[in-house]
């Protein structure tokens, strides 16, 4: 899940579902689990860009859930980072 908002933070674009599935590297059904869960915590947006098509944004609640994985992988790791 910290992959999905990273990329979607980092990038501070729209993505395609497919665009982020590739950008993620999970196969589809794990992907789909793990966007389902992001979108009912409210930490990313389904967008309609069309008829057919929707876009993935990352929402200021998945912006400060970033911050805070983020902020606490660094009191975890310290500033030696992983071994």
Known sequence: MARFLETL???Q???????LQ???RLNHDLFVRYLDFLVARGL??????????ESVR???AGRAAYHRFVGW???L???EGLP
């Open 9 to 11: 933070y980092a990038t």
């Open 13 to 19: 674009r729209t993505y395609s579902r497919r665009q």
């Open 22 to 24: 590739m950008a993620v």
């Open 44 to 53: 990313v947006l389904l967008v309609k860009d069309g008829e057919d098509r």
């Open 58 to 60: 990352v929402t200021p």
């Open 73 to 75: 992988m660094k009191e």
């Open 77 to 79: 790791l310290g500033d």
